[in-house]
């Protein structure tokens, strides 16, 4: 079973920016399509950004374009999460996802990591 484990988050101002990295335990990794998915206090889990297996692919939540941006290096077994121009509503924790085909739902996706935290303060 692959574990996938985040890293990366933490306390930035507005207008900031962090990268959020996605460790995976085995090289399996390489065959998953990937996403990163956020939840704030009281609001369900959504979308931000996903990646196909091979990385000719990407996706994201119109909240985050031209903002975020997803890449992976399957010799590394990560995957990132590029944030710039972080807002205050970006505040969430974040966590990465593994499934077989890049989707934007959360039940196309089997593999999740602990999530990691993200606050932008204003």
């Known amino acids: 079973q692959v574990q996938l484990v985040e890293s990366g988050g933490g306390l930035v101002q507005a207008g900031g920016s962090l990268r959020l990295s996605c460790a995976a335990s085995t090289r399996t990794f390489s065959s998953y399509a990937m996403g990163w998915f956020r939840q704030a206090p009281g609001k369900e889990r959504e979308f931000v950004a996903g990646?196909?297996?091979?990385?000719?692919?990407?996706d994201y939540a119109d909240s985050v374009k031209g903002r975020f941006t997803i890449s992976r290096d399957n010799a590394k077994i990560t995957v990132y999460l590029k944030m710039n121009s972080l807002k205050p509503e970006d505040t969430a924790i974040y966590y990465c996802a593994g499934g077989p085909k890049l989707a934007i739902v959360t039940r196309r996706y089997n593999l999740w990591g602990q999530g990691t935290q993200v606050t932008v303060s204003s």
């Open positions: 990646i196909s297996w091979s990385g000719d692919s990407t």
